[in-house]
């Protein structure tokens, strides 16, 4: 069983930037996947961001690139997205998610995750 918490999310203006964390405990993530995912009020949960934690390897929606970054944290075994250059359009809850099939999963399909945490509400006003 893994564990995962989300933190950091709030309220900031348009062009601002958040961090937003996700601790894992429970298992260590070396051989597993971190992915980030988003779902806005009637909207259907979308793939933000992911990371293969063995390789690094990481992978980004499209209308984020250039302004998100994940990394991975060995030490804490914690995954991190950093938010910049904030729009309305990202607010929404972020989920993150880990699979144990870290080395082959399609990061971007949300069925792949075995593990979800609860959400932080990431809010930017215009």
């Known amino acids: 069983q893994v564990q995962l918490v989300e933190s950091g999310g709030g309220l900031v203006q348009a062009g601002g930037s958040l961090r937003l964390d996700c601790a894992a405990s429970?298992?260590?993530?070396?051989?597993?996947?971190v992915g980030w995912f988003r779902q806005a009020p009637g909207k259907e949960r979308e793939f933000v961001s992911g990371?293969?934690?063995?390789?690094?390897?990481?992978e980004y929606a499209e209308f984020v690139k250039g302004r998100f970054t994940i990394s991975r944290d060995t030490a804490k075994n914690a995954v991190y997205l950093q938010m910049n250059s904030l729009k309305p359009e990202d607010t929404a809850v972020y989920y993150c998610?880990?699979?144990?099939?870290?080395?082959?999963?399609?990061?971007?399909?949300?069925?792949?995750?075995?593990?979800w945490g609860r959400g932080t509400q990431v809010t930017v006003s215009s």
């Open positions: 998610a880990v699979s144990q099939r870290g080395a082959w999963i399609v990061l971007g399909t949300p069925d792949g995750y075995d593990y």
């Open positions: 429970g298992r260590t993530l070396n051989t597993y996947a």
């Open positions: 990371i293969r934690w063995s390789t690094g390897y990481t």
